[in-house]
């Protein structure tokens, strides 16, 4: 009878953690801006740290979400999760801002447009366009006048 109603505390709790999650979402996008970061315990912190390092060094470029969880020793469902509670947004999209500030930096070094896009990923200097416009207001071409 314990072992029971303690499985049904879990349970309970877990749909609790699920429904904290929705409403976080759900007030980032209504706010039009990441919410403050829900709490996150020791463990789950590190995994999160664990995946930004490896994220930072470049070496998971071009890894699926289940070789980067591999690594960092979570599951794809469980990473993808935490990595959204601490980061505001999903390890690939934390990922294409990286690389897309990555490609800013270049621009302002002088490089060209398609080397900035093939550096940041992009086969197309239109979708690079397009990207980049999303993440800073402005062309590539723009920013390279800045600078």
Request: glycine share 8%.
């Amino acid at each position: 009878v314990r072992q029971c109603a303690g499985s049904a505390l879990l349970s309970h709790l877990q749909q609790e953690v699920r429904v904290l999650g929705l409403v976080h979402g759900v007030i980032e996008q209504l706010a039009g801006e990441p919410a403050r970061p829900l709490r996150q315990r020791p463990h789950q912190q590190r995994l999160v740290q664990r995946t930004l390092e490896l994220l930072h060094s470049g070496e998971a470029d071009g890894w699926s979400l289940e070789q980067i969880a591999a690594v960092v020793g979570a599951s794809a469902s469980t990473l993808q999760r935490q990595f959204q509670a601490a980061q505001g947004m999903s390890v690939f999209a934390w990922q294409r801002q990286r690389k897309l500030q990555q490609a800013h930096a270049a621009l302002q070094r002088g490089v060209s447009i398609s080397e900035a896009a093939w550096q940041a990923g992009y086969s197309s200097t239109a979708n690079f366009t397009t990207a980049f416009r999303r993440q800073f207001g402005m062309t590539p071409q723009r920013a390279r006048k800045f600078y």
